[in-house]
């Protein structure tokens, strides 16, 4: 099993509200969602082609590609309408009173 390690990401004060922000955490491309008061982390970069998500137009637990429209579910990564086939990779994320944290192996 891997070592993993908690990472300080940004203030959670820096979060949207019920939306999406790119951040760049250990020299990666992470985007940072906002639904309610859950907050989610995936890779930024779309599986389908290089657009960035934070680009994209987020709706519940779906953000949509800028490029091509296609969706995922920010929860887990998974592809939720075409043209993506292919998950993207989704990270834990805790906060510990003001900060958000990722664990990133």
Same mark, same amino acid.
């Given at each position: 099993?891997? +070592?993993? +390690?908690?990472?300080?990401?940004?203030?959670?004060? &820096?979060?949207p509200?019920?939306?999406?922000?790119?951040?760049?955490?250990? #020299?990666?491309?992470?985007?940072?969602?906002?639904?309610?008061? *859950?907050?989610?982390?995936?890779? +930024?970069?779309?599986?389908?082609?290089?657009?960035?998500?934070?680009?994209?137009?987020?709706?519940?637990?779906?953000?949509?590609?800028?490029?091509?429209? #296609?969706?995922?579910?920010?929860? &887990?990564?998974?592809?939720t309408?075409?043209?993506?086939?292919? *998950?993207?990779?989704?990270?834990?994320?805790?906060?510990? #009173?003001?900060r958000?944290?990722?664990?990133?192996?």
């Amino acid at each position: 099993m891997s +070592n993993t +390690n908690w990472i300080d990401a940004l203030s959670a004060d &820096d979060l949207p509200t019920d939306d999406v922000l790119g951040v760049v955490v250990a #020299g990666r491309d992470i985007a940072l969602y906002t639904v309610g008061e *859950a907050i989610y982390a995936t890779d +930024n970069i779309c599986t389908h082609g290089q657009a960035r998500l934070c680009d994209g137009f987020l709706d519940g637990h779906e953000i949509e590609c800028p490029l091509h429209q #296609g969706k995922f579910d920010v929860r &887990d990564g998974q592809p939720t309408c075409a043209p993506v086939t292919e *998950a993207l990779r989704s990270y834990p994320v805790k906060v510990d #009173g003001k900060r958000v944290y990722l664990q990133i192996d």
